[in-house]
């Protein structure tokens, strides 16, 4: 039986230029229509989840970098999460969601010139999830979030084993296609949930709790600030 390297291409693997852009194309297409129509949001949900699990562990992955800890997360049906996290520079845990996402996308996206590469970077994604997912989503199982613990586990565990999924088994055109739709979403996504923190960093009372204030407390510059200056960066990065 041929064994499937990431890195050795075959002779079914060769992707022209043109075939690359068309697939970026379909895949930039599929995302706006994901984005855009309604009735699609069944479909959109996996991605919504899969945007906060990146989030989530850009703060986590802070913290650790930072000389910090990180706990567990946990992600919620609406969508929303938190992260857990003791210790670190939290000048750079805080941002580190919004902006680990949009980084992840803008990675995502240069790697996905390459199929060979896109392959490897299916696998790593699928690893990093599976490996994340089990160590610190389940420890929120056994805490009062424990249906968003289960939440968190069952959707960290399905989505990194399709990632290895697609790494080994799928063609060159469905790997090219998946990564650049799951760069695009993230790009996109990272990029409305900031704007959506531009709106409610104007309100005087009753906002909601987000990063954008917990860096101002931590800074004494505006939410609004903060946020506006996130969104250009995502918007550099993507």
Known sequence: MRRLSLFQPTQTDHLSTQKILTLIGWAGLASLLLALIPWLAPLNYPFRLLIT????????????????????????????????????????????????AALFGAVLIMVGRNYRWSRAAMAIMGLIMLVFSLRYGVPSIFTAQIMGGLLTTISG?????????????????????????????????????IVGIIGISTTLFGAPRSDAQSMAELTFIPAFVWAVLWAITTLALI
Request: charged share 10%; aromatic share 16%; proline share 4%.
């Open 157 to 193: 565990v399905i989505l990194g084993g399709l990632f290895l999924w697609v790494a080994f088994k799928a063609s060159p055109s469905w790997v090219i296609f998946w990564l650049h739709l799951l760069a695009i979403r993230a790009g996109l996504t990272a990029f409305s949930d």
């Open 53 to 100: 699990i990146i989030h989530e562990l850009g703060h986590g992955l802070a913290a650790i970098l930072t000389g910090g800890e990180f706990v567990r997360f946990v992600i919620f049906p609406n969508g929303a999460g938190l992260a857990y996290t003791a210790g670190g520079w939290r000048f750079v845990v805080i941002p580190a969601g919004y902006l680990g």
